[in-house]
T-cell receptor, first 113, second 111 residues
Framework: GQQLNQSPQSMFIQEGEDVSMNCTSSSIFNTWLWYKQDPGEGPVLLIA?????ELTSNGRLTAQFGITRKDSFLNISASIPSDVGIYFCAGMNYGGSQGNLIFGKGTKLSVKP | NAGVTQTPKFRVLKTGQSMTLLCAQDMNHEYMYWYRQDPGMGLRLIHYSVGEGTTAKGEVPDGYNVSRLKKQNFLLGLESAAPSQTSVYFCASNLRGLGYTFGSGTRLTVV
């Protein structure tokens, strides 16, 4: 089946640093989503990407849908303590089976104050 | 507040017991999902529903059953709980495949 490889698995950075994480897939998606999960909560959608090559920003977050449709990355600029959490990428083929939102295994972000 | 509500938030079961997890959404979403989240595994789809009265299997359906008798509710049942079903369960809903909204989770421990 489809698999997403998300890296890195964890990051421990200084406040103010920029962060990059990415996802690669063994197959093509037509939609890429990035979620953040805080402890004890469900994932919350950060950014949705619907077109190959699309670059979308949400405040300090920027995400891109790779040209090959098999990858996506998320950048966080000038990290702050509230950025702590687990970030998940997810791929979907909208228009096909409505159950096939495939998640990466997550990137755990820790920030030193 | 509009959104996805899961009950209960925590539960401890003995092996072999049964229980039902309830998910309710008030956004008039057609599609609903049950995921489980285990350490280092991300979220894996158990079952899903594309409308009232319909259900389908996801990636890890064994040991679970679901029902969607009303559009706003999606129930996840465990008929005979096993320790391997210790996990955090998340319900999600969306409108025709766009913008999933997740509940805050149910933490289940089977002893």
């Amino acid at each position: 089946g489809q698999q997403l490889n998300q890296s890195p698995q964890s990051m421990f950075i200084q406040e103010g640093e920029d962060v990059s994480m990415n996802c690669t897939s063994s197959s093509i998606f037509n939609t890429w989503l990035w979620y953040k999960q805080d402890p004890g909560e469900g994932p919350v959608l950060l950014i949705a990407l619907y077109k190959a090559g699309e670059l979308t920003s949400n405040g300090r977050l920027t995400a891109q849908f790779g040209i090959t449709r098999k990858d996506s990355f998320l950048n966080i600029s000038a990290s702050i303590p509230s950025d702590v959490g687990i970030y998940f990428c997810a791929g979907m083929n909208y228009g096909g089976s409505q159950g096939n939102l495939i998640f990466g295994k997550g990137t755990k972000l820790s920030v030193k104050p | 507040n509009a959104g996805v509500t899961q009950t209960p938030k925590f539960r401890v079961l003995k092996t072999g017991q049964s229980m039902t997890l309830l998910c309710a959404q008030d956004m008039n979403h057609e599609y609903m999902y049950w995921y489980r989240q285990d350490p280092g595994m991300g979220l894996r789809l158990i079952h899903y529903s594309v409308g009232e009265g319909t259900t389908a299997k996801g990636e890890v359906p064994d040991g679970y059953n679901v029902s969607r008798l009303k559009k706003q509710n999606f129930l996840l049942g465990l008929e005979s709980a096993a320790p391997s079903q210790t996990s955090v369960y998340f319900c999600a809903s969306n409108l025709r495949g766009l913008g999933y909204t997740f509940g805050s989770g149910t933490r289940l421990t089977v002893v």
